[in-house]
């Protein structure tokens, strides 16, 4: 089984905003492996399909940001999902723009949606691709920063991120993650 998790916030107003870069991977991803969101629970939208043999799980959380993890931890243990078959996609303000990383564990960085992952699976152990938007300008809150929308040359970059990060989740469908890194980070 595999279980991909793209953060962000639902509602209309928070739809191409930065912090919601997570939840237009999976989007991507519904329409790639055509896995419809079409199950409401566990506060969140998800859907499961099979990819190459695999069972495959895509999550949008609902409970805003801050509480990502109060949605992703009650899905993996109803369906006794491991966290070695867990991915996160979120953005991250320490990467420029059109940047991915992937790890296999860490600290939170600040991120919100982490800490409350982190804070519910009990552990940091867990893959995540990091999505780069860079900092805000000077003078800029981060909170406005985050919840603002990318310029048309940021758009552009960020639709071929989108692609390399939907790319990289397929990917590791049926390959280990760290080939997956070896292969995708930059």
């Not at 303000?93 to 992952?117: E, M, W, Y």
């Not at 390399?164 to 070896?182: G, H, T, V, Y």
């Amino acid at each position: 089984m595999k279980l991909i998790v793209g953060l962000g916030n639902p509602g209309r107003q928070y739809e191409k905003t930065r912090h919601n870069i997570g939840f237009e991977v999976i989007d991507a991803l519904s329409e790639k492996l055509n896995i419809p969101l079409d199950q409401a629970k566990f506060q969140g939208v998800y859907g499961v399909g099979h990819v190459n043999g695999e069972k495959v799980f895509l999550l949008k959380p609902l409970t805003y940001m801050n509480l990502s993890g109060e949605s992703i931890v009650p899905l993996m243990d109803y369906f006794e999902i491991d966290n070695d078959e867990l991915v996160v996609i979120y953005d991250d303000l320490d990467l420029p723009v059109g940047r991915i990383r992937l790890r296999q564990k860490g600290s939170a960085g600040g991120h919100n949606g982490i800490k409350s992952t982190i804070a519910h699976l009990g552990t940091q152990e867990f893959n995540r691709i990091r999505v780069g938007i860079d900092r805000p300008p000077s003078g800029m809150k981060v909170p406005d920063y985050v919840l603002g929308r990318f310029s048309k040359e940021e758009q552009e970059q960020m639709t071929e991120v989108i692609k390399r990060c939907s790319d990289a989740c397929e990917e590791w469908i049926s390959k280990p993650f760290l080939q997956i890194m070896n292969e995708f980070n930059q």
